[in-house]
């Protein structure tokens, strides 16, 4: 069977799509981890790793529901113009707030959500034994949610500080549209820039975080080997 644009454009793009591949994805977790279970018995390890990444993946979508329900409120234009929320929430400016709000909840979740499995992802890799390195003991999955909370400090100081910039008007050269949004005065460009900034700040926080994690985990466990 051959999915059509329409039937991929469902999986990829609607909410039910969404939630489809989450469900889907609890689903095969949830086999795989049974599996573990049964085969390893006290010394299955996989089920906890699968917990984890639910767990980052939770606190993605929270991180991001926040974030974005917090910028909405500082500029609606960013959401209505540059998410492209004005397809949703119709012509009239500006939009229903509570309806623009809950819009950019869901924007804010379906990206946070990825980028959570992602980060939680690596810091596994980082923890994880090796062939090279048999002899590095594994830290414990509380140590590991230690490192996920800093990453989410250190994506939202991330935001806080382009967020400033961007506030600032120091954020106007990174693009011909926000060059332009400043020329003309539009959207409240003060506003906009500062949210334009906080999103791509939280992005490179969170990315630099996440290295940092890698790596301090990576020393955390050398550290813990005997001399």
Known sequence: MVLSLHDWNWWLNSDAGLLARIGIGVLVFSALAAWDLARNGRQARRWREYLFLLAAAAAG???????????????????????????????????????????????????????????????LLANSASRRRPHLPQLRFRRLAVYLGGIALASAAG??????????????????????????????????????????GSYAGGVLGTVLAAWRIQVERKNKVPD
């Open 61 to 123: 979508i929270a991180y991001g529901a926040v974030n974005d329900l917090v910028t909405s409120t500082i500029s609606w234009e960013f959401f209505y113009v540059g998410k492209g929320l004005d397809a949703v929430l119709g012509p009239q400016t500006p939009p229903a707030m509570a309806a623009l709000h809950w819009e950019a909840v869901k924007v804010g979740m379906k990206a946070a959500g990825s980028a959570g499995i992602l980060a939680g992802a690596i810091v």
């Open 159 to 200: 935001g806080a500080l382009l967020g400033a910039a961007g506030y600032f008007g120091e954020l106007a050269w990174m693009s011909d549209d926000l060059r332009e949004i400043v020329r003309q005065d539009l959207f409240r460009p003060a506003r906009f820039q500062c949210v334009y900034g906080i999103h791509l």
